[in-house]
């Protein structure tokens, strides 16, 4: 059975910093691509980074230059840094594996207060 588990979400002041995790089970997330997406409220899920298993990377134009998508393949855990942060990256921050199926973890909340 697939598992992620995320951590890492919080409060945090604007220009400040958040790392989550992704933690998985029944699942290698060095061999499968895996995202990360947002969603404030009233808003649609949107694509915030995702890495392919092949390690090409991706982000959304809002946040380049300030987050950054990696994995740790011992671990299996998925991280996504994000650096000065503002506060509409405000929102409930999911990570999601493909394999055949799209796989979702709980999510975990930040908000950046201004």
């Known amino acids: 059975q697939v598992q992620l588990v995320e951590s890492g979400g919080g409060l945090v002041q604007a220009g400040g910093s958040l790392r989550l995790s992704c933690a998985a089970s029944?699942?290698?997330?060095?061999?499968?691509?895996m995202g990360w997406y947002r969603q404030a409220p009233g808003k649609q899920r949107e694509l915030v980074a995702a890495?392919?298993?092949?390690?090409?990377?991706n982000y959304a134009d809002s946040v380049k230059g300030r987050f950054t998508i990696s994995r740790d393949n011992a671990k299996n855990t998925g991280y996504l840094q994000m650096n000065s942060l503002r506060p509409e990256d405000t929102a409930v921050y999911y990570c999601?594996?493909?394999?055949?199926?799209?796989?979702w973890g709980q999510g975990t909340q930040v908000t950046v207060s201004s």
């Open positions: 999601n594996i493909k394999r055949y199926n799209d796989y």
């Open positions: 890495i392919t298993s092949g390690g090409n990377i």
């Open positions: 029944g699942i290698i997330v060095s061999i499968n691509a």
